[in-house]
Antibody, heavy 116, light 107 residues
Framework: QVQLQQWGAGLLQPSETLSLTCTVN????????GGWIRQPPGKGLEWIGE???????NYNPSLKSRVIISVDMSKNQVSLKLSSVTAADTAVYYC??????????WGQGTLVTVSS | DIQMTQSPSSLSASVGDSVTITCRTS??????LNWYRQRPGKAPELLIF???NLQSGIPSRFSGSGSGTDFTLTISSLQPEDFAIYSC?????????FGQGTKVEIK
């Protein structure tokens, strides 16, 4: 059974860089997109961006200037970096695997809090 | 960006009831519409992709329909595990966007 496991720092100060990594157990990112989605407390889901196994990326224009998503196929890992974070970036961040158009497998989520 | 509007925002129902959730988009998206269930404290789970295709392992009590700008998710006989938040997602154009969610609560 495919499971996504994610990790990274949960508490950041304003202006720092958020860094999260996600790995697939029981499967691979080969032939799939690896994406990141976030959910602010009590709010809906927001798509951040995604990458395929060739390294082609799509980003949400609202975050594009601050986001880098990368893939390491040798480790079966996808990573997210979001720079210059503010309190507005406080959210649960999810990694996900899927086809181009939907997300069929999700990580457990990481609560990232931005506070001074 | 394509705006997604779900209705209702919340509803109360009993085990065994049939419920319908609606998702409306700000422009036509053909049938590029997906549905997710999110149980409390858990990650979203894909239920239906491309309007009406049931994801593997999802019970047949879930069904979806629609096209263009109006879509529905129907749960034919609510089970205890279905009390959750349901979100639609358009996959017609980037950036992919989600509805604000519909909370299904126990009556």
């Amino acid at each position: 059974q495919v499971q996504l496991q994610q990790w990274g720092a949960g508490l950041l100060q304003p202006s720092e860089t958020l860094s999260l990594t996600c790995t697939v157990n029981g499967g691979s990112f080969s032939g799939y997109y690896g994406g990141w989605i976030r959910q602010p407390p009590g709010k809906g889901l927001e798509w951040i961006g995604e990458i395929n196994d060739s390294g082609t990326t799509n980003y949400n224009p609202s975050l594009k200037s601050r986001v880098i998503i990368s893939v390491d196929m040798s480790k079966n890992q996808v990573s997210l970096k979001l720079s210059s974070v503010t309190a507005a970036d406080t959210a649960v961040y999810y990694c996900a695997r899927g086809g181009l158009r939907w997300f069929s497998n999700w990580g457990q989520g990481t609560l990232v809090t931005v506070s001074s | 960006d394509i705006q997604m509007t779900q209705s209702p925002s919340s509803l109360s129902a009993s085990v065994g009831d049939s419920v319908t959730i609606t998702c409306r988009t700000s422009q036509s998206i053909s049938r590029f519409l997906n549905w997710y269930r999110q149980r409390p404290g858990k990650a979203p789970e894909l239920l239906i992709f491309s309007t009406s295709n049931l994801q593997s392992g999802i019970p047949s009590r879930f069904s979806g329909s629609g096209s263009g700008t109006d879509f529905t998710l129907t749960i034919s006989s609510l089970q205890p595990e279905d009390f959750a938040i349901y979100s639609c997602q358009q996959s017609y154009s980037v950036p992919w966007t989600f509805g604000q969610g519909t909370k299904v609560e126990i009556k």
